[in-house]
Every structure is written in structure tokens, then in C-alpha cells.
């Protein structure tokens, strides 16, 4: 990913995290952008894999569609085998990650519309 594109996705990622009232990421890709900006790389534990898993979970582009994590309603299982083997991963304001304990697939659950 060049630098522009990754500015993008920062700025792209950022919004979402604004959207879904998640103060603490959204000002961790403030200080990011800044300092990618400025050539010093991420300034914190966070990473562009980080950026990109958001992404991936809150279906940014160009990392939604098949590229995110599948979608699916509250209280369906999507492995199809494994009903009550889950483990969040991931959490915001009107949805999380989960994984399948039993064979590892990962999803995200969205409460309501987004
Ligand atoms: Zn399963």
C-alpha cells in the first residue's frame, strides 16, 4: 500500500469509527495521520494490518464485499455447525466480531441497519 493509499484508508476508517461513535480509534487515526504525514510511520502499537482488519470488519472500502468479513444478522450462525461456540473479538456501539470456536470462521453481526 503506498503512503497516499494508506492516508485514504486512515481517513476512510476514521470516518467510520466517527459514524459508530468510537472516540478512542478515531483518535488513534488522528494522531496516525499526522504522524504518517509527517513520514514517522505509526506512532503507536497500531499498524497498517490494524487499519486493515477495521476495515475489513466495518466493510470499508475497498475492503468490503468479499474482501470484509461476511455480514450476518444477530443470532444466525454462519458455519452453519457450531450454535453457542462463539467468541467476540472485536466490539463497537451496534455490532462486533465473532469467531467460531469449534472451526474458526469469523463474522461480523451488525444490530439493526446500518
Ligand atoms: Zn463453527
Known sequence: MTLDEQLALVVAVGRAFV??????????????????????????PQDEAWLIDWARTLQVPPYDGERGYPVIERGRTPCGHHPGLNTTTRAWTRGWRTRCRECGVEWVVIDGAQ
Open 19 to 44: 459514524r459508530l461513535e468510537m472516540g478512542r480509534h478515531a483518535q488513534i487515526l488522528r494522531d496516525a495521520y499526522r504522524s504518517l504525514r509527517a513520514g514517522q510511520g505509526w506512532p503507536g
